[in-house]
């Protein structure tokens, strides 16, 4: 849950107020941020099962 992690809810809070003083809307750049740690999670949990895959492989 977010709020277990003081951290990430300051800088949540930082990045809405720095995109309003911006003149930009929050809320348009947060489905950009989802998409990207969504790519990101995605990317490295495929890096990781080829990882624990790779013993399978032939030697050689």
Known sequence: ???ENP???CLIL???IAL???GLDP???SSIMLTIITDI???MSFLGIVLLLSDMLPKG
């Open 41 to 43: 999670a995605g990317f």
């Open 20 to 22: 309003k003083k911006l």
């Open 1 to 3: 849950m977010i709020t």
């Open 27 to 29: 809320a348009q750049s």
């Open 7 to 9: 951290n990430k809810v």
């Open 14 to 16: 930082w990045k809405a």
